[in-house]
T-cell receptor, first 116, second 114 residues
């Protein structure tokens, strides 16, 4: 059983460009959350998707947007990239938002984004 | 708002030494508490969890007890191995507007020497 799959694994973009990161949740999971992990820091919550809707957003600007598809996979889009957007972007999935309390989320290996 | 504070690393130990990584939290409600581990170049793996006060989470020789009175969730292991070298994150899970999310500490890097 595949866990959470993220693509691409690494990406280099130029300031001002736009990027799309992809996530396939673990089989049986329908809730996807995105986190940003800057170098040497803990992950920061970006937003969560459930039933194809954004349920909650962390303290991130509107340049960060997302989407969830009917098959529960998700995309994270970042527009007008800044140098400070360089980070590891992690996708986490669970079956229903509330069960994260009981079982923990399953994290993917992340996409390493470098903005130059 | 809710927050998690971890001891700063790096922590360097010899193989078979005793490990403690301190974690304290601030929360208005009754969060669940987690320890995640991140090996080089990888994502986060759930190490252990506790969902209520006095619960003890354990896995692979690691333990942590949810202490409400001291708002702590310290990670311990009696005898570390070189393979335990990684970054360890303490996290609390909170529900806001019906959505469950994590708040992570900044992580503690552990290096175990043979």
């Amino acid at each position: 059983d595949a866990g959470v799959t993220q693509s691409p694994t690494h990406l280099i973009k130029t300031r001002g460009q736009q990027v799309t990161l992809r996530c396939s949740p673990k089989s049986g999971h329908d809730t996807v959350s995105w986190y940003q992990q800057a170098l040497g820091q803990g992950p920061q919550f970006i937003f969560q998707y459930y039933e194809e809707e954004e349920r909650q957003r962390g303290n991130f600007p509107d340049r960060f947007s997302g989407h969830q598809f009917p098959n529960y996979s998700s995309e994270l889009n970042v527009n007008a990239l800044l140098l400070g957007d360089s980070a590891l972007y992690l996708c986490a999935s669970s079956e229903l938002s509330g069960t994260g309390a009981l079982y923990g989320y399953t994290f993917g290996s992340g996409t390493r984004l470098t903005v130059v | 708002g809710d927050s998690v504070t971890q001891m700063e690393g790096p922590v360097t130990l010899s193989e078979e030494a005793f490990l403690t990584i301190n974690c304290t939290y601030t929360a208005t409600g009754y969060p669940s508490l987690f320890w995640y581990v991140q090996y080089p170049g990888e994502g986060l793996q759930l190490l252990l969890k506790a969902t209520k006060a006095d619960d003890k989470g354990s896995n692979k020789g690691f333990e942590a007890t949810y202490r409400k009175e001291t708002t702590s969730f310290h990670l311990e292991k009696g005898s570390v191995q070189v393979s335990d070298s990684a970054v360890y994150f303490c996290a609390l899970g909170e529900v806001t507007s019906g959505t469950y999310k994590y708040i992570f500490g900044t992580g503690t890097r552990l290096k175990v020497l043979a």
